[in-house]
């Protein structure tokens, strides 16, 4: 699976921003796909899941903030970020993880202004 991650960019603390992530093939056949984000220094943390006929899941920092969705006929997901702060900022990644492997895009930065 390739994931081609795109949408971050700067944005003043109070703003949103939609992460959008295709991929290269019907996401219906994938079992999960996630957004991860990256502090510096830090490992990545798992921000948001969409596990296939399972309900989404949400790191407690995002939880009524930000959304995970997804475009069947796009195959694309997203992530709407609202009433984004200054410590959302990090490179955010999305995944796939398929047959025991997980699968990454490139990540795209997302940085909040206070």
């Known amino acids: 699976v390739q994931l081609q991650a795109s949408g971050g960019g700067l944005v003043q603390a109070g703003g949103s921003l939609r992460l959008s992530c295709a991929a290269s093939r019907n996401i219906l056949d994938i079992p999960a796909m996630y957004w991860y984000r990256q502090f510096p220094g830090k490992q990545r943390e798992l921000v948001a899941g969409?596990?296939?006929?399972?309900?989404?899941n949400y790191a407690d920092s995002v939880k009524g903030r930000f959304t995970i969705s997804a475009d069947i006929a796009k195959n694309t997901v997203y992530l709407q970020m609202n009433r984004l702060k200054p410590e959302d900022t990090a490179v955010y990644y999305c995944?796939?993880?398929?047959?025991?492997?997980?699968?990454w895009g490139q990540g795209t930065l997302v940085t909040v202004s206070s």
């Open positions: 995944n796939a993880y398929q047959n025991g492997k997980n699968f």
């Open positions: 969409m596990p296939s006929g399972g309900t989404t």
